[in-house]
């Protein structure tokens, strides 16, 4: 059907599009629900409030805490998140369902956001694909357990939609939030400064985009009043990872894991696979074209083992980024290329790819990359849910995730 009649929105299409995001989300979180009760069917809620988790309850429920002597405080996690869940707390709601129910809540929304921002840049087929690839990706287990990951895509993606449409008050509301949620929202407000001045939005864009740091600096002017460092919370990460800069030697051991011991070989099979794949197979919607992408997929994840996800946000992502640009447009370019370049300079890669996945332009240009090639779209995210499984249970567990 014809694109521009999609995005009308008439009923049916929105009708259709909610119940499809709507049974998107609750097939994901019920992959991610059944399998963390199994493993912790004594445990409760307390099965989704695991390691950074604590930490968020202990903001709500008593404040931060901080003291530079190189051990780990409260203060490395900003704000909104436990601002928001706070109430509930204080009621006598436990931290364990307050956070989870908080971040859930937030997530479920973000898909309402994302697929609403994307199917005005890029149609309704890429919308649909962005929100599954966000839904069934092993890290949007982070959208339902007490972290903040679900609201700050809510935030981000708020930013995003409202600056593209050239709602400069809302973008910068939003955007302000994104970066009392998280650090990378940093990253937001610079990459919507970029498109500011490059597309020559005016200075209302740049006002937007200024406003959008506001959050981090209210945080750090608190910090500042509270205890004396502005920078509490970047001196605080020290405790969980090393100093600031690019750790060669880390990021080098990552992109090697996919080629020690026995794995050169079923590496060189999964290329020339690809190799056959993409010149006969790549936009087929034959079994044949599924069957090979599944073996490729299947091979890389083993391959990769625990920094898949980092592998394929980071260096698939970007390839995405760069081969979407146009569709993805300035702001939503700068924004990745500015958190990539923070993460590579943040240390050793602790975290990176729950905080890749955080960022909705790699989302959205992953969408867009299924849509030519939904064989591979769909063994990617078959395995995606294999993984969000494994992973859900294993956080349960106590077992780190990401």
Known sequence: MNEKIEQRG????????TIFIVLVWLCSRIIVWVPAMVVAQHAGWQAFNRWDGPWYGQIATHGYDYAPNGQRH???FLPLFPLLASPLVHVGVPWAIAGTLVNTVAFFGALFVVFDYVQRR???IAAR???ATLAFLPLSLFGSVAYSEGLYILCSALTLRAFDRERYAEAALFGLLSS???LTGLALASGLLIAAFAERRGPRA???AL???LGAAAYATFLAWRFGDPLASVHAQTAWRAAAGFDWAAWFEVLRMGFNDAKPVPQLIALVLLVFWWFRLRSSLSIASFI???VIVAIEAWAWSYDAMTMLLIVGGTLAVLAFRKRLGVAACAYWLVTVAMLFLGGTPFSVDRNAYAVVPVIMAFGLAWVQLPSLGVATLAAGAYGLALDAAAFAAWKWVA
């Open 180 to 182: 009392a949620t998280r």
């Open 122 to 124: 890029a149609g309704r």
């Open 292 to 294: 090979v992408a599944a």
């Open 129 to 131: 694909w962005s929100v």
């Open 10 to 17: 008439g009923g049916a299409f929105v009708k259709s599009n």
């Open 206 to 208: 740049v006002a937007a």
């Open 211 to 213: 406003a959008s740091s």
């Open 74 to 76: 409260s203060v490395a």
